[in-house]
Every structure is written in C-alpha cells, then in structure tokens.
C-alpha cells in the first residue's frame, strides 16, 4: 500500500510515524525494531516510542523523484492530524 501525502516538517531532528498510522498502511508490530530512545518534550512529558522502521520514501514530483530510506520511530501516541 502506498501513502500519497504526508507532512514534512523540516525542522524536525526525528522523524515520527503515528502507530494509527503505520497499522494504517498494514506494517505490522514484528516489523519494528527494538529502540531504547526516550522522546523529550514531544508531550508535556517523555514518551518511549515502540519502535523504530525503516522506510522507503519517494521525495518530489515526476520527473525529478528521489527515493530515500528513512528511519521513524512509531509512536503510540494519539495524532493531532486527520488520518484517512
């Protein structure tokens, strides 16, 4: 399954992946690897995220695509956005 759109936020020092998310597009839990990084200030206090993946992201428009690998820690963590 493909995801069409996202949100960049390019000041960002990590990228998050919302669990909502990462079920949505059929990863599953046994795809996760195991990180003990702590997430500070993301709330008004720590979280642990579940995991770490690593992504193949499509990144621009036809004709000038670029396809990057991408790690995101995938948070349970409810999403202030949308998901469809």
């Known amino acids: 399954m493909q995801l069409w759109r996202v949100l960049v936020d390019n000041g960002s020092v990590i990228d998050i992946l919302y669990y909502d998310a990462f079920k949505k597009i059929r990863l599953s839990d046994s795809d996760l690897i195991p990180t003990v990084t702590l997430l500070y200030r993301f709330t008004s206090d ?39």
């Open 46 to 84: 720590s979280i642990m995220p579940m995991g770490l993946i690593e992504l193949l992201v499509n990144v621009g428009t036809y004709p000038r695509v670029l396809m990057v690998m991408t790690q995101f820690l995938v948070v349970d963590y409810p999403s202030t956005f949308i998901l469809y």
